[in-house]
């Protein structure tokens, strides 16, 4: 296929040929001088004509800036990074992708078959040169017709993840992308099903996706979180084919690879299939008895998100759910409550504490640790503020212009929150390579000395919003 095809293209025809080179006994000044007279972000250190190592813009924000060096005095060889990484001309698109993937780097130098400099490649050219298969994979699966080849189209998504894991990509991007890509399969599913097996079924319902899918926030462990909606209207034999989609569909969900949720929240469950109105008692017993599972169901909830149907049907219900909760507080004072109890495995003196045996000894659950206090956090500002469109990071812009949190609270925030969830991600692809089933996990040991301490920052940022949440919610006053 055409998307695919492009995966397995020669280095070669893509490589950029004009590279800046010098020697590692280069004084630093003059080379910095070099990078902004030409605007480039790095330089290739060179023996003869063999690359030896790289000096990038970051060498000089982490090894010079940052730690406060006079550069007057410095040679290159004193803040480059070596070895290099290097691509031979004639690997393709996939193995650079991988390399970068792996080594978390955003550049590759190209060398030619004697191991001489030849050229660089860098992430920005392989997104540019592939940046239509992502939309290959969206044509693809808008032809597919059959549960066979949605199957292998859900497995080229995660491959396709896979492979721009860890290249560069902003985390928000790369989730956009999984959550895009998997809603297309998601809806041409139902799509081949209305076709082939329920011609005659109503279109007053609405399917629903919640959680982390619902923000458009999914990586690759994400299991559903379905629900089903629909009209008051729709009942008898009507009700019954529409029961008989949702099991066949939850069904067709699980065989083309999509977890099943292990609590059953997924619309073959009566429970989680009901009219509007049936769907609005509900939701009250659950604001209104603000109960751990009542929490934590009811915030699931109320990040609902319609991807198939009538629309309104979930908007009404939302509305329902703000209208009540602007009287009556006491959900999200629980829901904030729940938030500020998943402390971040902080000891003393910001040690990062870690699993200490089982199978995951070593090991930190970045979901715990901060990814859930961030989400739910943000999501009961939002709840109270009725500014819960879209993602968290949509939630959080909204909060600002809202005026309930600030602008460097909320940079800091998003860093914190990126860094996580881009870590989750980084844990996940490296499960699949293994041959693990990716979860929300990452060993300590797998972080450098520098990514340990951006994670030591993260959840200190973390432990800061919620003293935050504990503070706006007024938690001291609240009695268990």
């Known amino acids: 296929m055409a998307g695919e095809n492009e995966f397995f293209r020669p280095i070669r025809e893509i490589e950029q040929r004009r590279v800046v080179s010098c020697s590692a006994d280069d004084a630093l000044v003059d080379i910095v001088g070099r990078m902004r007279e030409m605007s480039i972000s790095c330089v290739v250190v060179v023996d003869g004509t063999h690359p030896t190592a790289i000096l990038t813009d970051r060498d000089l924000r982490n090894k010079v800036i940052a730690a406060g060096r006079d550069p007057a005095g410095l040679r290159v060889r004193d803040v480059m990074s070596a070895p290099v990484i290097t691509i031979g001309e004639d690997d393709v698109l996939y193995e650079a992708l991988y390399r970068m993937s792996r080594h978390g780097i955003h550049r590759l130098v190209v060398v030619d078959r004697k191991g001489a400099l030849a050229g660089i490649v860098t992430v920005t050219d392989l997104l540019r040169l592939q940046a239509h298969s992502p939309h290959q994979l969206v044509l693809d699966i808008e032809k597919a017709e059959s549960i066979d080849a949605l199957r292998e ?18 985390i928000r991007d790369t989730v956009k992308l999984i959550a895009n890509l998997n ?9 081949l099903l209305r076709r082939d097996r329920y011609p005659d079924l109503t279109t007053d319902f609405a399917f629903v996706v919640m959680g982390s899918e619902g923000r458009g926030e999914q990586t690759l462990s994400t299991d559903q979180d379905n629900a089903i909606l629909y009209a008051d209207s729709v009942q008898g034999e009507a009700l019954a ?23 059953g929240i997924m619309a073959r469950n009566p429970a989680w299939r009901r009219s509007l109105t049936a769907w609005k008692r509900e939701l009250t017993q659950w604001l209104s008895t603000p109960t751990p599972d009542n929490v934590m169901t009811g915030s699931m909830f109320m990040d609902l998100r319609p991807l198939y149907g009538r629309r ?56 715990k640790a901060g990814i859930f206090a961030i989400t739910d956090g943000i999501k009961a500002l939002a709840m109270e503020a ?86 706006h919610f007024k938690l001291q006053l609240l009695r268990n």
């Open 312 to 367: 309104e049907l979930a908007d009404t219900l939302r509305e329902h759910a703000l209208h009540y909760m602007s009287h009556e507080q006491g959900f999200l004072v629980r829901m904030a409550q729940n938030m500020v109890n998943f402390a971040p495995p902080l000891g003393w003196f910001g040690r990062i504490k870690v699993e200490k045996s089982g199978e995951r000894r070593g090991e930190v659950d970045l979901k």
């Open 153 to 170: 189209l859900h497995q080229r998504i995660q491959q396709l993840i896979v492979h721009l894991a860890g290249t560069g990509i902003a």
């Open 241 to 263: 084919r529409l029961e008989a989609f949702s099991n066949e569909l939850i069904d067709a969900l699980i065989s083309i690879g999509v977890p099943p949720c292990p609590g």
């Open 386 to 471: 009725r500014r819960l469109d879209g993602s968290t990071h949509d939630r959080m812009e909204a909060l600002v212009e809202a005026g309930v949190l600030k602008p460097e609270q909320i940079a800091d925030l998003r860093a914190a929150f990126d860094f996580l969830v881009r870590m989750r991600l980084r844990g996940q692809v490296e499960a699949l390579r293994a041959g693990r089933k990716p979860g929300n996990y990452i060993a300590l040991d797998q972080l450098n000395a520098m990514q340990q301490g951006e994670l030591r920052l993260a959840l200190e940022g973390v432990a800061s919003f919620q003293a935050f949440i504990q503070q």
């Open 183 to 191: 809603d297309q399969v998601l809806i041409r599913l139902i799509d």
